[in-house]
């Protein structure tokens, strides 16, 4: 018996100047994916920011103020660090 040959799945390509349809349901205006997920990057870096003054707060009233800024210097340190390793990675790849 021979082996049948699985054959791949075409590519899925997404026009852009189309509106995405799901169903009978077609995602236009402000509730578009793209307005989505702009959206929720806001909310998300909203409450991180939220987050952070709340722990600003609460080390300012425990007199640890000086601490709270060296972690968060250390932090920031370390995101820089590893977006100039993204940012070196994207360079080196794209010659």
């Not at 600003?56 to 977006?83: D, H």
Request: hydrophobic fraction near 50%.
């Amino acid at each position: 018996m021979p082996k049948k040959r699985i054959q791949p799945l075409p590519r899925a390509s997404y026009d852009r100047s189309r509106p995405l349809t799901i169903g009978h349901n077609t995602m236009r205006g402000p509730f578009s994916t793209d307005a989505m997920l702009g959206s929720m990057w806001t909310m998300i870096g909203a409450a991180a920011a939220g987050y952070l003054l709340l722990l600003a707060r609460s080390a300012w009233k425990q007199g640890e103020m000086r601490q709270f800024l060296r972690s968060l210097a250390i932090v920031a340190a370390l995101c820089a660090l590893l977006a100039g390793a993204v940012l070196t990675a994207m360079l080196l790849d794209s010659r």
